[in-house]
């Protein structure tokens, strides 16, 4: 059988199928042509409307915030006829140059974006401006002179009329603007009839479309819950770091908590590993337990008075084990205050130095030793110096010795891993002029020739100092300095540690003790701080000081109606209100309760209560979130000379009582 009649047969044979085949194929094209279409058509459509109405919202809403503020103009320059205070009448006035301003910003905005037929509504109203603004500011000036009338007539049969120009001017602009997007709108209403006639004839696309997004839906889901898996482990290995970075900072530092009494509440595994004792056993004992009989009481008393006095308390502390060996550590002790800035908690965080001390009296002792080496027995010296190479080698503190000359002659591994720089590098060097930052590198040079003079002068002293490492980064280290005396030349012996992580530390504790944790502003330690030092600069320059006390009105019912979160959400947006409106050397503080604390110096007794008015006036006008509008009443004070704090806090207790007692929502100055 020839190929053609092969061909032939297999056509009749199959027509049915290839017929299907072919019309499915044709029909899956026409409904992707039209679909594609349709949708294309209503993208343009829906594109043209979002560009209209962006536009027109964008012109519209210049040209009605410019008609209001043309009308709040009109307004202001009533109330500045009728307000009988002067000093309102002041602050009526800046508030019309302040519209004024905030207009010509709306028209300068609005011109870049104006289209040539609203510019010449905009060149209108200019016009009619430039007539009304002389006008205006006469009837302001006449205000201000007392000559209430005149200013009346010239408002009325001048300034109204010659605004009501400018006014028309945009009420025409506004009417155009209308006109513009009533036409674009008929022009969008005839696209989307065109749209929806493809629609219909691609009606019949609609369920492979439901198909396929049906499908691409289905997809997302199983992606979406992929991804929810994926951040479900991340989670649990976060989780898992910050246990092990828990472990670690356990393994580092002993941290301990006492009470207010010196009772020990919290004790973790370093303490009873270093101590000896088990962790039960240091429970509920006095904070004394480990104490060594190294020191006299009067250096636990004045520990004591720092402490109880809200201060953070750090030195290096011989300590007793419970078989009676001693151990050495460097302590900081950080007071936790309560809202009257009492101590209720004692956060001691320790760091073992125990083979640190070692070390400095392994090369203490030796000092004197080795000079008898030098003189005796050579042989005898390089083995020492092997010890000690040993020791040092092992330490995880750098350990520095610098020559008479100032040269190093000693650069161990931990001082390689601290600063960066390799031995063969450093040795030969000047110390000063390697690790000294270059503000610091003068300060270095003349401790350095002060101490070739004097030597011990400076020996068995803790120095904390700022050093540079080879890739430039600045860290905070303490160093311990030692000396010998070699062919009577003073040679330094430096051991250096790396503070970095407890500085962070003892930084990220003293916040915690003068902020308040709710509002994030000062607590009442803090203020008390800052009031003492600022009544002595007053009474020292002469400088005023003003001290406002304001309290939330009703916040009581705050909590009873909405609970204690949205009080506490108030709390926090009133803190933010206030220090949104104060200068940067007032210092605002969180009282108590629902009582907050402001110190203003340089301002002056009669400006005060004009000063109080103003937050008071913020407070009033803002939404607070879930509550609405909340008001505030305020005491004001101003400091005199020769009072006490506790004279001056009296006093403006008592002013924000007579706030309170005449009605709230007000202030009062005594």
């Known amino acids: 059988m020839r190929a053609q009649d092969r061909l032939i047969a297999f056509f009749k044979e199959h027509s049915g199928a290839i017929i299907i085949f072919f019309g499915f194929g044709i029909v899956v094209a026409l409904m992707g042509w039209l679909t594609t279409a349709s949708l294309s058509r209503l993208n343009g459509i829906r594109a043209n409307i979002e560009d209209i109405v962006v536009q027109h919202n964008e012109h519209a809403g210049h040209v009605r915030k410019m008609y209001q503020t043309t009308r709040d103009r009109s307004v202001l320059l009533q109330k500045i006829i009728t307000e009988p205070d002067p000093f309102a009448r002041d602050e009526l006035a800046v508030r019309v140059d302040e519209l004024g301003s905030e207009f010509a910003q709306l028209r300068s905005a609005f011109m870049n974006l104006a289209q040539p037929a609203e510019k010449e509504f905009l060149e209108r109203q200019g016009a009619a401006s430039a007539k009304t603004k002389p006008l205006q500011y006469k009837v302001i000036e006449l205000a201000m002179q007392g000559n209430i009338s005149e200013a009346q007539r010239v408002?009325?049969?001048?300034?109204?009329?010659?605004?009501?120009?400018?006014?028309?001017?945009?009420?025409?602009?506004?009417?155009?603007?209308?006109?513009?997007?009533?036409?674009?709108?008929?022009?969008?209403?005839?696209?989307?009839?065109?749209?929806?006639?493809?629609?219909?004839?691609?009606?019949?696309?609609?369920?492979?479309?439901?198909?396929?997004?049906?499908?691409?839906?289905?997809?997302?889901?199983?992606?979406?819950?992929?991804?929810?898996?994926?951040?479900?482990?991340?989670?649990?290995?976060?989780?898992?770091?910050?246990?092990?970075?828990?472990?670690?900072?356990?393994?580092?530092?002993?941290?301990?908590?006492?009470?207010?009494?010196?009772?020990?509440?919290?004790?973790?595994?370093?303490?009873?590993?270093?101590?000896?004792?088990?962790?039960?056993?240091?429970?509920?004992?006095?904070?004394?337990?480990?104490?060594?009989?190294?020191?006299?009481?009067?250096?636990?008393?004045?520990?004591?008075?720092?402490?109880?006095?809200?201060?953070?308390?750090?030195?290096?502390?011989?300590?007793?084990?419970?078989?009676?060996?001693?151990?050495?550590?460097?302590?900081?002790?950080?007071?936790?205050?309560?809202?009257?800035?009492?101590?209720?908690?004692?956060?001691?965080?320790?760091?073992?130095?125990?083979?640190?001390?070692?070390?400095?009296?392994?090369?203490?002792?030796?000092?004197?030793?080795?000079?008898?080496?030098?003189?005796?027995?050579?042989?005898?010296?390089?083995?020492?110096?092997?010890?000690?190479?040993?020791?040092?080698?092992?330490?995880?503190?750098?350990?520095?010795?610098?020559?008479?000359?100032?040269?190093?002659?000693?650069?161990?591994r931990a001082a390689q891993l601290i600063l960066g720089y390799p031995e063969e590098e450093a040795l030969g060097q000047n110390l000063h002029e390697l690790i000294a930052p270059d503000r610091f590198k003068k300060q270095y040079e003349e401790l350095f020739t002060q101490f070739t003079h004097t030597g011990s002068e400076h020996t068995g002293k803790t120095t904390e100092l700022t050093a540079q490492r080879r890739d430039g980064k600045e860290i905070p280290v303490e160093v311990s300095l030692s000396a010998v005396s070699v062919h009577g030349q003073w040679n330094a012996i430096g051991i250096l540690r790396d503070i970095s992580e407890r500085k962070g530390a003892e930084a990220a504790l003293q916040k915690l003790a003068t902020t308040d944790p709710l509002t994030g502003i000062a607590n009442r330690r803090k203020f008390n701080e800052t009031l003492e030092m600022e009544i002595e600069r007053s009474e020292r320059h002469g400088i005023p000081l003003a001290l406002i006390l304001m309290d939330i009105d009703h916040f009581k019912n705050v909590n009873d109606t909405y609970g204690h979160p949205t009080g506490d959400s108030v709390l926090a947006e009133f803190a933010r209100i206030i220090e949104s409106n104060i200068r940067i050397n007032d210092e605002f503080a969180r009282w108590g309760g629902e009582e907050f604390i402001l110190l203003s110096p340089h301002i002056e007794a009669e400006k005060v209560l004009q000063f109080g008015n103003k937050l008071r006036k913020e407070v009033e006008k803002f939404q607070f979130t879930d509550v609405g509008k909340v008001t505030c009443s305020l005491g004001a004070t101003s400091f005199h000379p020769g009072e006490t704090i506790q004279e001056l806090v009296a006093r403006v207790d008592s002013a924000l009582y007579m706030a309170k007692q005449n009605g709230r929502n007000r202030v009062e100055q005594l």
């Open 155 to 412: 408002l009325v049969q001048d300034a109204l009329p010659a605004q009501d120009a400018a006014l028309a001017a945009l009420n025409d602009l506004l009417a155009y603007q209308d006109k513009q997007i009533m036409k674009f709108a008929g022009t969008a209403y005839q696209r989307e009839k065109e749209a929806y006639t493809f629609l219909l004839l691609g009606g019949s696309g609609s369920i492979l479309l439901s198909i396929l997004i049906a499908f691409f839906v289905r997809t997302q889901i199983k992606n979406l819950i992929a991804r929810l898996l994926a951040t479900s482990k991340e989670l649990e290995e976060n989780a898992r770091e910050l246990k092990y970075q828990k472990i670690a900072l356990d393994e580092h530092a002993i941290v301990s908590i006492c009470d207010s009494a010196g009772i020990i509440t919290y004790a973790n595994e370093k303490f009873s590993q270093v101590s000896q004792y088990t962790q039960a056993e240091l429970l509920g004992q006095d904070f004394w337990l480990t104490s060594s009989c190294f020191y006299t009481p009067e250096f636990f008393e004045e520990m004591w008075r720092t402490i109880a006095g809200g201060t953070t308390w750090c030195d290096q502390v011989k300590n007793r084990r419970k078989d009676g060996s001693c151990y050495w550590e460097k302590t900081t002790i950080v007071p936790f205050l309560d809202e009257q800035g009492n101590p209720y908690q004692y956060v001691s965080v320790r760091t073992d130095i125990t083979p640190i001390k070692e070390a400095e009296e392994v090369l203490n002792r030796s000092k004197d030793e080795l000079e008898r080496m030098v003189l005796d027995q050579t042989t005898e010296l390089r083995e020492r110096e092997e010890v000690l190479r040993s020791i040092t080698g092992a330490a995880q503190d750098a350990i520095i010795i610098n020559g008479a000359a100032g040269n190093i002659t000693y650069w161990n």
